[in-house]
């Protein structure tokens, strides 16, 4: 921020989250600048459906029955290109979503969000760009006396906005529109370098536990889809046939027997991506453990959830630590050690992450789901027990290696994140002062280029 100048003179602002602002620059309650009146979409007339999403207002796909539909759309909303639209529902539990957007098309939203329509006093954009800076910076979490669950216009009206001359309104949203679509092309890149490092490392482990290490040996054809072609001396196998397969149960919750004073760590599906298990949130009594024939899954284990729409299902972890599971999860315990080793069997499962979401995937009215008779038959390649143990030691050298670059690129992220949001706060506070500030050639931002590792 330090290239940008400030305001040649300041005057207090009134405001109790904004200290100063430009000495000309005026402050108005929102009912003075904006109107919140509504049009229900009566009889259907308007069919195009809008969401707010991670402060977008996009279409919505009614089509796939994507999370909850009324029965009649004639209780939403209509709303126009330029009007602000706020989400300020559920205001104690959520304080990370995105809750501003700005209509760039023509729809139906739900009437459950507030709709801003500016006046001639005030930029819709500006507007946008105001309420937004508000929403990062939490405003809206303690109006009203205190945080509640929601709020209506009433609630909202006296928030004071400010307002510069309206030619200096449309120079400050021309000059955040050009800035941040420069710092969304940068985060874009690295999210983009996120996906290659993320397919780069799947594919080093997928190569390593099918065809090891020595690209020199002889290979064989397995006969077998998943394995492909396997170094001659490696065996090959099923789960099934190599460890004892099974899942767990939850235990009533209405029974305190089986949940106060538990010393037995119980674990759900969410604890697979912590990859290894060394700790447990939740715990079960002994009581527990035998009225429900929970299984008692040992140190050395692999764990696998088996159910679920979202990434988890298909996920494995290693045990490090004795515990018992619950119905969304399976274990996987070999039966003898010096034939395969459970790290090995859990990097197998991580190569074959997408194949095994995808044999699984539910259809019609079936959810997609994993079964322990599907983990018993799936097919995995058995090297010597020693070279299990080069190839685990060679692949996790190389994980940590693509986990820091990972971790790299997410920092940069946040960091530019940071800066979008601390630059957007600087312009409609009056912080800095762009009136002089030109537009540079429309090339100066550039298409994001698709990234290379």
């Known amino acids: 921020m330090a290239k940008y100048k400030a305001y040649p003179e300041y005057k207090e602002s009134g405001v109790e989250w904004i200290?100063?602002?430009?000495?000309?620059?005026?402050?108005?309650?929102?009912?003075?600048?904006?109107?919140?009146?509504?049009q229900k979409n009566i009889d259907g007339a308007e069919s195009n459906v809008l969401s707010l999403s991670y402060g977008n207002i996009i279409p919505r796909d009614v089509e796939t029955n994507f999370g909850l539909l009324p029965e009649s759309f004639n209780t939403y909303q209509v709303i126009s290109c330029g009007d602000v639209i706020l989400r300020l529902t559920d205001l104690q539990n959520d304080k990370n979503s995105l809750r501003v957007g700005l209509a760039k098309q023509k729809g139906i939203i739900t009437s459950a969000y507030l709709k801003l329509k500016a006046n001639s006093d005030?930029?819709?954009?500006?507007?946008?760009?105001?309420?937004?800076?508000?929403?990062?910076?939490?405003?809206?979490?303690?109006?009203?006396?205190?945080l509640r669950q929601s709020m209506k216009f009433e609630d909202f009206r006296r928030l004071p906005l400010l307002l510069p001359p309206y030619e200096e309104q449309i120079k400050i949203s021309a000059f955040l529109d050009h800035e941040t679509a420069k710092i969304d092309n940068l985060i874009e890149k690295q999210k983009q370098l996120i996906e290659l490092l993320k397919e780069k490392r799947q594919a080093v482990i997928s190569h390593a536990v099918t065809k090891?290490?020595?690209?020199?040996?002889?290979?064989?054809?397995?006969?077998?889809?998943?394995?492909?072609?396997?170094p001659k001396h490696w065996e090959r196998s099923r789960i099934g046939w190599m460890c004892n397969v099974g899942n767990g149960c939850t235990p009533g919750r209405e029974n305190t027997?089986?949940?106060?004073?538990?010393?037995?760590?119980?674990?759900?599906?969410?604890?697979?991506?912590?990859?290894?298990?060394?700790?447990?949130?939740?715990?079960?009594?002994?009581?527990?453990?035998?009225?429900?024939?929970?299984?008692?899954?040992k140190k050395g284990s692999v764990i696998m959830a088996i159910t679920g729409e979202g990434k988890t299902r298909g996920t494995s972890a290693l045990m490090m630590i004795d515990a018992t599971i619950n119905q969304h999860v399976a274990y996987i315990t070999p039966r003898a050690k010096n034939k395969i080793s459970?790290?090995?069997?859990?990097?197998w499962l991580q190569s074959k992450y997408q194949q095994i979401r995808t044999s699984s995937e539910g259809w019609g009215s079936t959810k997609a789901a994993i079964t322990c008779s599907d983990v018993k038959c799936y097919p995995i390649p058995v090297p010597p027990l020693k070279e299990q143990a080069e190839i685990v030691r060679a692949i996790e050298e190389k994980k940590t290696i693509f986990t820091n670059l990972l971790l790299s690129c997410e920092k940069e992220i946040e960091i530019l994140q940071e800066r979008r949001t601390a630059l957007i706060s600087a312009a409609v506070t009056g912080k800095i002062d762009i009136r002089n500030w030109v537009a540079p050639d429309t090339q100066n931002v550039e298409e994001p280029q698709e990234a290379t590792a």
């Open 19 to 38: 200290d100063s602002i430009p000495s000309y620059w005026e402050v108005k309650p929102t009912f003075a600048l904006c109107d919140a009146s509504t």
């Open 257 to 297: 027997l089986y949940w106060q004073d538990g010393s037995y760590p119980w674990l759900n599906s969410s604890k697979v991506n912590d990859e290894r298990i060394l700790t447990a949130e939740q715990f079960v009594t002994t009581k527990a453990l035998y009225e429900c024939s929970l299984p008692i899954v």
């Open 122 to 146: 005030i930029n819709p954009n500006f507007l946008y760009r105001l309420l937004h800076s508000y929403d990062t910076t939490k405003v809206f979490y303690g109006m009203g006396g205190g």
């Open 212 to 230: 090891g290490l020595n690209p020199n040996v002889p290979m064989k054809d397995s006969g077998v889809e998943w394995l492909g072609y396997i």
């Open 342 to 347: 459970p790290e090995f069997i859990h990097l």
